[in-house]
């Protein structure tokens, strides 16, 4: 939902393109919870992370990350249900590499078919096969 967005129709293509990762980090994680209703004391409302421009939420982040917070835990904005949780760690900036020794082994695998089935029923999704 959060890379395709608005968009229903996927080329298959698109779909294929990507792919999962399980990553074990080995260590428990301290997590600012920005669904909790205790974080309005922080001043945390919806609007962090609905808005479409992301100062807000970055500054954020980096208040989060000196406070000493591994990352945070929060409502998927393009989830209408508003049910759906995400996790954004904090790291260096730019693309992990995988062949650094600090970045967990992990596997990737193509998106199951199960998942995909999933997306279409749940939230629209179609998947348009290549011709």
Known sequence: MEVFRGQT???EAEVLA???LSVELGRDLRLADLTSRRALGFRVTAF?????????SQAFAVDVARAGF?????LVRH????????IALFGP??????????????ADEAIPEE?????????????LPVP
């Open 70 to 74: 591994d990352g945070v835990r929060y």
């Open 115 to 127: 998942l995909v089935a999933e997306a279409g029923r749940r939230f629209g999704y179609r998947v």
């Open 18 to 20: 990507r792919a999962l």
């Open 93 to 106: 900036a730019g693309a992990p590499d995988s062949a650094d020794p600090d970045w967990p082994p992990g």
């Open 48 to 56: 962090l992370g609905a808005n479409e421009r992301y100062d807000d």
């Open 9 to 11: 129709l996927l080329a």
């Open 79 to 86: 989830d209408p249900a508003q049910q759906l949780y995400g």
